[in-house]
């Protein structure tokens, strides 16, 4: 298992981080403070080794994330050392560090300002291009966030990471097709990403489920979204928010009554018949019970669940018991 200082700090749970967070004056005592690139320096110790870096870089993100400015700043310094305030990473690392320890809007304000004159120099800086425009939402300019992100898209349009916030500031507008469209991009890149295909049927849901949507337009959203759950549990076999859409849409299919319908311009799509959606179902239900039993009782290899997914899994499944009679 890889070292925790190797996990992205998105990945870490509260938990963890702080646990690695508190190991930093630890890692960082025992790590060089300098090392040098020159091929006299390889050859009488060794190649330096990337994960290194890497760990730097985690190290700065969780130790941000739990309020150890110091340490962050000490791992900062010798990413610094190493590849110079010039490198594009760098930049955006030591503007991510400035937002972090900004006390207003004022001096985050300033930040982006310094991102602005960043891009003015050399617009094609990815990192920094993306740290402005997280700026830029944080800061409540939604609007100017979604067209900076249409603009990195055009210049790199295989950045899936670009699609999914893309996605997500439509979603946060409400405006459901556009946040399709862009999640749907995401899938054209990473095909067989199952948590992808899940989140393409949890906005179909949504879209399904918001106010004024025309009865053809939901069925059409439903049929859809079942697809998608579907698919994210056939790549991954034990995946608890694909079970949960699955459980959800067919339950809410079975309750409408809907039976199976074809769009009128030729395309076909399709709500799966009764005993189709009976059987989907019941499948869903078999699977959440047993990853909330196998989870709750620490099971060896059921404990990637967050307490959050299984509460929910319960609540769940809860719904399905009938009330006892007196």
Known sequence: MAPPTLLPASQLSPADALAVAQQAPAFLRSSPATVSSSPLNTLLYGSEKSELWLQYENLILTCLRTGDDTAAHAALRRVVSRFGDDNERVQALQGLVKEAEAQNDGELEKVLKEYNQILSVNDTNIPVAKRRIALLRSLGRVSEAASALVQLLDFSPTDSE?????????????????????????????????????????????????????????????????????????????????????????????????????????????????????????????????????????????????????????????????????
Not at 222 to 251: N, P, T
Not at 301 to 318: F, Q, V
């Open 162 to 326: 670009a699609w999914s916030e893309l996605s997500d500031i439509y979603l946060s507008q409400g405006l459901y097709s556009q946040a399709i469209y862009a999640i749907e991009e995401v899938l054209v890149l990473a095909p067989n990403a199952w948590n992808i295909h899940a989140r393409l049927g949890e906005l179909q849901f949504m879209a399904a489920t918001a106010p004024g949507v025309a009865n053809g337009s939901y069925q059409q959203y439903l049929a859809e979204a079942i697809k998608r759950f579907s698919r994210s549990v056939e790549l991954c076999d034990d995946y608890l928010r694909g079970y949960y859409g699955l459980k959800l849409i067919s339950k809410r299919l079975l309750a409408d009554g809907s039976k199976p319908t074809k769009q009128g311009d030729g395309n076909e799509f399709v709500v799966p018949d009764t005993n189709t959606l009976e059987r989907l179902n019941e499948l869903a239900t078999a699977k959440l019970a047993e990853i909330v039993r196998r989870s709750s009782t620490k099971e060896r290899g059921w404990g990637g669940y967050s307490d959050t997914e299984i509460a929910a899994a319960r609540e769940l499944l809860a719904e399905d018991e009938s009330p006892i009679k007196r």
